[in-house]
């Protein structure tokens, strides 16, 4: 890409690193950032393809904010505040209006999550973004996936299978009734990761994950860090209104369990603790290893790669 | 790529996650880094594409380790000390041979840098690497561009145009003799960013960057910066025995100040202080703005576009 279009493209990813963890901003060899003393810095990275993360032809200002939410959803399931992004970004051209509206997400999400853009480089390919998120955490708050303790209750935030859903329906599997289409296109398009839950989670919460690659497999990675088995009761997944009007509640239930995309968070309380508001108790943690759903085989069968144990 | 190709690869970069700033590693939602109390975090990122940064071809131990070090010469420029760093890796395919090869690079820019790997992804496509790297920084030491003053003597570490003369030796542009012509090629492959360097200068040095878009470029944007001009003396740019070796010294000046790839480190000393052993004095900073070379039209003439101002 010529440098000029590379300034063309920097233009609309300028001006979006103000914050108040933020020392020094865009255009020095580093950004510099500020965490509290006592505080520890948590990192990680996500990376979002076109045609594999998302549909070919999402809207730019979806692909911005739902990558940025995407990986955010991890400081989320720590316990941390945000405070700062870098974005990797490869794009095929560099088209105004494209960018324009590219930017309009990307500044939604850095509002959104009081997450400044404070680093970035654009290389030309086939769409991908790289999204790597800092955050911080009070020294020894942080919420880790192996902390799960035999007798917690499982609980998990929202509605799950929304993500499935939602992309169902733009992919065209499914016309689902007015205003159950809008909704789950929404759901797909602009998740939002629980990062206010998170932190109220960091006081009390035992483990926590979010859900990503679909609430089994979820779980099923808890299980294992923590050295235990989970017992899930399907029926207890929260299902949106949406999802509950599916003509076929196995696909329905499948999309909560085994779908991915939900960015919810799947956490485990001590005894004694109800899930906070807008989060359902859904299965308890036990002695063993993997994720029992009980007999409803069918609804899991060929997820079998989803979940640490087979279904039975 | 299916999951147990991710998995496959996912081996090749694990185990690399030790290091004394590191609470922990990969494996959760987010890898957890500790800084000490009076630090400041600095972060920056930096794409490598196969054919634009690096030739196709490329053996993957050097298109490893070189990623990381483009990466991390930003923190040297800031005067950082290394904290860990994030992978964002598209590869086309899933090679155990060149994986294993990539590891080794890996591993060893790890070692060097004492950069331990907390976070990554993997997609498929074409080859691009996105590292993400953190360090700290004692409180109001960072080292900016924008503290260049008018008479600052104006240093550079190392020798420049290495990288360019590196690439040409690669590209069969320029065969010159044993032993310039392995010196060269490792000058490329197996650049190393001055981190030691950075963290000795942030007691004196009023600005540096570090040396990746080429001499002038580079001098031009914390010229810029600062709001200063710079007189800079081409003859005393330092050259390696390789490039000094070149039939033609105007090439070799060339690829020394506007060839980019060096990861030396540029930086400005107020007046008392000598170049710390191993850099050199190339100019001083003037009142006024831009970089004039002198009457030297000939050598940076068509590189306009890598200067702040037009050669004279």
Not at 13 to 41: H, K, M, N, P, Y
Not at 128 to 136: R, T
Request: net charge negative; aromatic share 6%.
């Amino acid at each position: 890409m010529p440098d000029d279009e590379f300034s063309l493209i920097e233009q609309y990813f300028s001006g979006l690193d103000a914050g108040g963890s933020v020392e020094l901003g865009v255009g020095d060899d580093c950004a510099i950032l500020r965490l509290e003393t006592g505080e520890r810095l948590v990192t990680s990275v996500d990376t979002q393809v076109d045609g594999v993360h998302f549909p070919p032809g999402t809207p730019p200002q979806h692909v911005a904010f739902r990558a940025v939410s995407a990986a955010v959803s991890d400081l989320a399931a720590m316990g941390a505040r945000p405070l700062g992004m870098t974005l990797a970004v490869t794009l095929p051209q560099a088209d105004a209006a494209w960018l324009a509206l590219f930017r309009e997400g990307l500044a939604a999400a850095v509002s959104e999550y009081s997450l400044p853009l404070v680093g970035g480089d654009t290389t030309r390919g086939p769409l991908c973004l790289s999204v790597q998120v800092m955050g911080a955490v009070p020294v020894g708050k942080a919420i880790k996936r192996s902390g799960a303790q035999v007798g917690d209750t499982l609980c998990v935030s929202g509605y799950l299978g929304d993500g499935a859903g939602g992309l169902a329906v733009l992919e065209g599997r499914w016309q689902p009734g007015h205003p159950h289409a809008a909704y789950l296109e929404q759901r797909f398009y602009r998740p939002r990761a629980r990062v206010a839950l998170g932190r109220q989670l960091r006081d009390y919460a035992t483990a926590a994950i979010d859900v990503s690659d679909g609430l089994l497999a979820d779980i099923g990675h808890m299980a294992a860090a923590s050295g235990v088995g989970v017992r899930l009761e399907p029926d207890s997944v929260p299902l949106s209104a949406a999802l509950l009007s599916h003509d076929n509640k196995d696909t329905a239930l499948r999309w909560a369990l085994a779908g991915g995309d939900d960015y919810e968070l799947c956490f485990c309380l001590p005894g004694g603790h109800e899930p906070p508001a807008g989060a359902a108790c859904i299965g308890e943690v036990v002695a063993g290893e993997g994720v029992d759903c009980g007999d409803d085989i069918d609804i899991v069968s060929g997820y079998q790669h989803f979940s640490a144990s087979a279904p039975r």
